[in-house]
């Protein structure tokens, strides 16, 4: 069973600023992954070859995300390369972790 949560961070105009560079950063490299398994002839297996998914976390889990969208798309004959205009982050326990700060109030979000 995989366990999902939805949070909303009230963020000040810095850190609204950073998250959007980070939705950004991951919104390219799902987008340049697929634009790259695009042109394969055959996606199989349930993982990107890991020659392609070098890099960081973020690098790894957004190859996945863009394996999963081309494999659907072939599947279902899609005829046009997909496009990710999604806002959100896969992230899982190996790429990000949550801190609650109880004296502030405050969420502090890292990413490994």
Same mark, same amino acid.
Request: hydrophobic share 35%; with cysteine.
């Given at each position: 069973?995989?366990?999902?949560y939805k949070l909303k961070i009230y963020a000040n105009k810095g850190k609204t600023k950073e998250l959007n560079k980070l939705l950004s950063?991951?919104?390219?490299?799902?987008?340049h992954k697929i634009k790259l398994f695009w042109t394969f002839k055959d996606i199989k297996g349930l993982y990107p070859p890991k020659e392609?998914?070098?890099g960081g976390r973020l690098v790894r889990d957004?190859?996945?995300?863009?394996?999963q969208i081309v494999k659907g798309a072939r599947k279902t004959n899609q #005829? +046009?390369?997909?496009?990710?205009?999604? #806002? +959100?982050?896969?992230?899982?326990q190996f790429s990000a972790y949550i801190f609650l700060n109880l004296k502030q109030k405050s969420l502090i979000?890292?990413?490994k």
């Open positions: 069973m995989i366990k999902s950063f991951w919104q390219d490299q799902v987008n392609y998914c070098r957004a190859s996945q995300k863009a394996w #005829k +046009e390369r997909p496009y990710f205009k999604g #806002k +959100e982050i896969d992230l899982n979000f890292g990413l």
